[in-house]
């Protein structure tokens, strides 16, 4: 019997400018609350909807942040009127950012319209204090 060999995985060759953003996850593709809050290291939870202008316009942005610092994995889900993931967080207006941390927030960024708006709040969310542990000072 022979090994089942994986298909390789396609590789980005370069860096593209123009990145296509993922699409939405719907209300049955997106995880619960619980599965967000399990989540490890650091996660870029997105809420917006694929017809939702300032969500459109804002993914450069958030896209060339997250390029460049690429240790956040970025998840979009899509949200609306009784969807339980985007009210567990309260959010209002879209796109809205989440910032997590181990699956605690940790900042979050609403209707970003400028790269450095995106990439400051992800800066501030890797150096916020409130996730180290406590240690005397």
């Known amino acids: 019997g022979g090994g089942v060999s994986q298909p390789a995985a396609p590789t980005s060759a370069g860096n593209a400018v123009m990145t296509v953003s993922a699409p939405y996850l719907s209300a049955l593709e997106a995880p619960s609350r ?10 870029v939870l997105e809420f917006g909807t694929e017809w939702c202008g300032h969500c459109r316009a804002a993914q ?31 959010v209002k207006l879209w796109p809205t950012l989440i910032l997590l941390r181990e699956g605690q927030e940790v900042g979050r960024v609403v209707r970003p319209t400028a790269e450095p708006e995106v990439r400051s709040a992800l800066t501030l969310a890797l150096n916020s204090p409130n996730l180290r542990p406590p240690s005397a000072v």
Not at 34 to 43: C, K, W
Not at 65 to 73: G, I, K, R, S
């Open 34 to 43: 619980s599965e967000v809050d399990a989540l490890p290291g650091l996660t």
């Open 60 to 90: 450069t942005a958030i896209n060339q942040a997250l390029q460049q610092q690429p240790q956040w994995q970025h998840l979009k889900v899509e949200d609306g009127p009784g969807r339980a993931l985007g009210r567990s967080y309260r």
